[in-house]
């Protein structure tokens, strides 16, 4: 009788961000970072995803300064996160990190509690990241640079969707997903690997009678 291999275990998930440092990217500026942002999102001031990044921006930057100028950054910050929930329905704490050239499609349903969202990344409305079980506040995911994410998904637990990868409509995803992979349903599974011709990453500026995806 051939033994049955032992179940893998998956290391502890390391502590997440405390939030006391500036997180956004290093290798540009913050107004070149939020200049950037406004091209992503097809230099429509009014987009809710740019609104959503602005507000996290300025939550890292404000980190950057000494306790006593930053107490009223702080004030300002809560006051236009809480605002950015209230009128976009997107949820991003700053003590995510995020990498350059994210990009938040649509309105609302947005919640985004992530260990780290990579470069060039696309998201949809009603996506989460989050937790898999109630308590369970360290199981949060990674997502890597160039994923691609269709509305409605839900990545939940300590798993990392490889970078270059799309995740389907509606895709509940709890296991890693490795990259270049093409993942759909529920639980979600891969269905295709792609080719890095197909990969690429998409451009960063999006012209603006394209806003529709
Ligand atoms: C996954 C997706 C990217 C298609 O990828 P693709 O490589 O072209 O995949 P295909 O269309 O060839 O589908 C492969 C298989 O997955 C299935 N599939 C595709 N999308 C799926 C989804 N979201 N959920 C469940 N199954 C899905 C297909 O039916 C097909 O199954 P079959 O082989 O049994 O017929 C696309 O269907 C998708 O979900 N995009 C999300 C975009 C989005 O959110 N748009 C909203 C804009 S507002």
Partial sequence: MTEKPPPTTKAPPP?????????????????????????????????QGFWALA??????WRMGFPKLIRA??????????KWVEWTCGIH?????????????????CLILHARSIGDDVH?????TFGVARTFDNLGIPTIEDRVDIGCGAAILGNITVGHDSVIGANAVVVHDIPPHSIAV???AKVVRTLKPAETSAPPATVPESTVSS
């Fill in 185 to 187: 349903g529920i639980p």
């Fill in 55 to 60: 507000v996290h921006r300025f939550g890292n």
């Fill in 15 to 47: 502590p997440l961000s405390r939030g006391d440092t500036n997180q956004n990217p290093k290798d540009i500026g913050f107004l070149a970072l939020l200049r950037e942002d406004l091209r992503t999102h097809g230099n429509n001031p009014f987009e």
């Fill in 123 to 127: 998201l949809r409305h009603a996506t």
């Fill in 92 to 108: 991003l704490p700053y003590t995510v990190k995020v990498g350059r050239r994210l990009h938040i499609w649509h309105f609302g």
């Fill in 72 to 81: 009223p950054l702080t004030l300002l910050y809560r006051f236009l996160e």
